[in-house]
């Protein structure tokens, strides 16, 4: 079992680099790069590069999330099973410092599979002069649920290491308090990316250094949440 958590918890660092690392590629590298390069080198990429980059970004979001999911039931099957799910995810420290982690995980994952990858397809055959209709709403979207990842992505790193941080006392009273408001935090910003396509709301993530800036404050807001609450 121990090797097993080993194996698990080694690849899951590895499926998040790969994910994460491209995430960011796209966002801080091919997003500036598209705005500034010509018309036929940006339609070439699309065709060629593209693709490529989306095979391992989307393969690398599904299978973070599998391996973290495995992850947490090994450590269910190991502490937990014996007092049932509900009271484990209340009484012990662990599950409540990753689950800001595994619920932008969850997010990020499906944001990746269900809001960029559908569009990001029509995109690739817009470029290869298939007629799509709509083609700037359908790129706004995607782009903006990967602002939105970005912007998660700094926090989901936070927690998913925050499962060894154990506070030196562990306010279990709390714990509800923290799911409820770490749930409506990571929705109401998941909205915004589903929903918005112009306005204020969208202005700090549409640059690069606004989107960190602004992932930085969602984490830190999360950890003081996190202070205020189980500890």
């Known amino acids: 079992?121990?090797?097993?958590?080993?194996?698990?918890?080694?690849?899951?660092?590895?499926?998040?680099?790969?994910?994460?690392?491209?995430?960011?590629?796209?966002?801080?590298?091919?997003?500036?790069?598209?705005?500034?390069?010509?018309?036929?080198?940006?339609?070439?990429?699309?065709?060629?590069?593209?693709?490529r980059a989306l095979?391992?970004?989307?393969?690398?979001?599904?299978?973070?999330?599998?391996?973290?999911?495995?992850?947490?039931?090994?450590?269910?099957?190991?502490?937990?099973?014996?007092?049932?799910?509900a009271e484990w995810a209340t009484a012990s420290p662990w599950f409540p410092q990753i689950?800001?982690?595994?619920?932008?995980?969850?997010?990020?994952?499906?944001?990746?599979?269900?809001?960029?990858?559908?569009?990001?397809?029509?995109?690739?055959?817009a470029a290869n002069g298939e007629k799509i209709e709509n083609l700037p709403i359908l790129a706004r979207r995607a782009f903006l649920a990967s602002r939105t990842n970005t912007l998660f992505s700094i926090g989901l790193l936070l927690f998913m290491s925050a499962g060894r941080a154990t506070p030196g006392t562990f306010n279990g009273h709390s714990v509800g308090i923290w799911y409820a408001v770490v749930t409506v935090l990571v929705v109401l910003v998941e909205i915004n990316a589903l929903l918005a396509t112009t306005g204020v709301t969208t202005k700090p993530i549409e640059k690069p250094v606004g989107v960190i800036h602004t992932g930085l404050v969602f984490a830190i807001l999360l950890y003081v949440v996190l202070a205020f609450t189980l500890r």
């Open 99 to 125: 689950y800001p982690g595994l619920l932008m995980g969850i997010v990020m994952a499906s944001n990746v599979w269900f809001v960029i990858w559908p569009r990001q397809q029509k995109v690739i055959a």
């Open 55 to 85: 095979w391992y970004f989307r393969w690398g979001a599904a299978f973070t999330l599998l391996s973290g999911l495995l992850l947490i039931g090994l450590q269910y099957h190991l502490n937990g099973r014996a007092i049932g799910f």
């Open 1 to 51: 079992m121990e090797l097993l958590y080993f194996l698990l918890r080694w690849s899951h660092f590895i499926f998040g680099i790969a994910w994460i690392g491209m995430l960011w590629y796209f966002n801080f590298v091919q997003g500036p790069f598209f705005a500034e390069t010509d018309a036929n080198t940006k339609t070439a990429a699309t065709q060629k590069l593209v693709p």
